[in-house]
């Protein structure tokens, strides 16, 4: 192997080896707080999912990120993970009123729809502000776009270092 087939090799080294890194930055988010969402997603009774969200507000209420954005520069109440803990919470807080109603009442069937309609659309950017603001601050190079740009640097160096190979031809 010549000098000049660095580049090349060690771009896709560097790809390989940061792929690995990245699984285990996933699996302790997933262990920490993911998890929950999941199993109270796949619940199917009111006191299952609300034993989950209380499990996962818990998490994230343990995880020091208060005052976190889910952004370097355009921070706004949206990506702001306080927000989107209240959001959590008063789901959380609506599953527990829930508890206590009658099963075949119209109450119950509208606070129902209303639960499902909010953890099939509009929980997923509540999920990904949560999950952002967690990665900055425990695995940078793992977040949201910087991981982007990490992963193009490191594919635009490896087809550098391949067009040198390819010189060599």
Same mark, same amino acid.
């Given at each position: 192997m010549k000098k000049r087939h660095i580049l090349?090799? +060690?771009g896709i080294i560097a790809l390989i080896a940061y792929s690995f890194l990245s699984l285990p930055a996933f699996n302790d988010?997933?262990?920490?707080h993911e998890n929950y969402w999941d199993l109270a997603d796949k619940s199917s009774s009111i006191e299952d999912k609300y034993?989950?969200?209380d499990k996962m507000v818990e998490s994230f209420e343990n995880s020091n990120l208060q005052g976190h954005h889910n952004a370097?520069?355009?921070k706004n109440p949206s990506n702001n993970f306080d927000n989107n803990l209240k959001a959590l919470t008063s789901l959380r807080d609506r599953l527990n009123e829930i508890k206590g109603m009658n099963v075949a009442s119209f109450e119950y069937q509208t606070a129902m729809s209303q639960i499902t #309609? &909010?953890? &099939? +659309?509009? #929980?997923g950017a509540m999920l990904a502000v949560l999950q952002g603001c967690w990665f900055k601050e425990h695995?940078?190079?793992f977040w949201n776009w910087i991981a982007v740009v990490t992963v193009l640097g490191i594919i635009v160096i490896s087809c550098i270092g391949g067009f040198i190979i390819l010189?060599?031809?």
């Open positions: 090349f090799y +060690g988010y997933n262990n920490q034993i989950y969200i370097l520069v355009y #309609a &909010q953890e &099939q +659309g509009e #929980a695995h940078f190079f010189e060599d031809y």
